[in-house]
T-cell receptor, first 114, second 115 residues
Framework: KQEVTQIPAALSVPEGENLVLNCSFT??????LQWFRQDPGKGLTSLLL?????REQTSGRLNASLDKSSGRSTLYIAASQPGDSATYLC?????????????FGQGTELSVKP | DVKVTQSSRYLVKRTGEKVFLECVQD?????MFWYRQDPGLGLRLIYF???????EKGDIPEGYSVSREKKERFSLILESASTNQTSMYLC??????????????FGPGTRLTVT
């Protein structure tokens, strides 16, 4: 059974710092991996989608990498800002799941201090 | 721009009531999903639909049913609400049908409290 783990559960950094969020999964048989952002009490916003054949994706100050063989993904945030404070979730779409159903990690709560 | 909307942001219902949560997407997506999110348990899939009138159970379907009469609308029904169904409910959609493996887009969520 696929399991997704995100460590640490919470992270606090000063503004301007570059940071890395980690995601690991137990079964490498995935279609893709998706990173989301969630603000308190709100829905999820899709940040990046990496297909299983890709190594990384970039959007602005965000860069996500995928190493399927080792079951790891990282989300790199450059020059962090207070507005980046949110919970970041990763999710995988296992090959055995039809319809693109996702399995989520528990999230990393990020706080960027001014 | 991608848009998934949910009928209510906050809802308070009494135990035993029948509750309807509505979700609408304007992207012509085949797939729609209902999740619930609870502290310490994360997001768990309740039901999903890959086409009109088609549905499949997720990980925690007990106590819920769904309806998809039109492609853009997916309803979650709590037949007889109970206090353990107090939660944040999130709707999502994606393209691709049963073979789909595309980006999922989420709505703003409905915070349901059952008293």
């Amino acid at each position: 059974k696929q399991e997704v783990t995100q460590i640490p559960a919470a992270l606090s950094v000063p503004e301007g710092e570059n940071l890395v969020l980690n995601c690991s999964f137990t079964d490498s048989a995935i279609y893709n991996l998706q990173w989301f952002r969630q603000d308190p009490g709100k829905g999820l916003t899709s940040l990046l989608l990496i297909q299983s054949s890709q190594r990384e994706q970039t959007s602005g100050r965000l860069n996500a990498s995928l190493d399927k063989s080792s079951g790891r993904s990282t989300l790199y945030i450059a020059a962090s800002q207070p507005g980046d404070s949110a919970t970041y979730l990763c999710a995988v779409s296992p090959i055995y799941n039809q319809g693109g159903k996702l399995i989520f990690g528990q999230g990393t709560e990020l706080s960027v201090k001014p | 721009d991608v848009k998934v909307t949910q009928s209510s942001r906050y809802l308070v219902k009494r135990t035993g009531e029948k509750v309807f949560l509505e979700c609408v997407q304007d992207m012509d997506h085949e797939n729609m999903f209902w999740y619930r999110q609870d502290p310490g348990l994360g997001l768990r899939l309740i039901y999903f639909s890959y086409d009109v009138k088609m549905k499949e159970k997720g990980d925690i379907p007990e106590g819920y049913s769904v309806s998809r009469e039109k492609k853009e609308r997916f309803s979650l029904i709590l037949e007889s609400a109970s206090t353990n169904q107090t939660s944040m409910y999130l709707c999502a959609s994606s393209s691709g049908g049963l073979a789909g493996r595309n980006e999922q887009y989420f709505g703003p969520g409905t915070r349901l409290t059952v008293t």
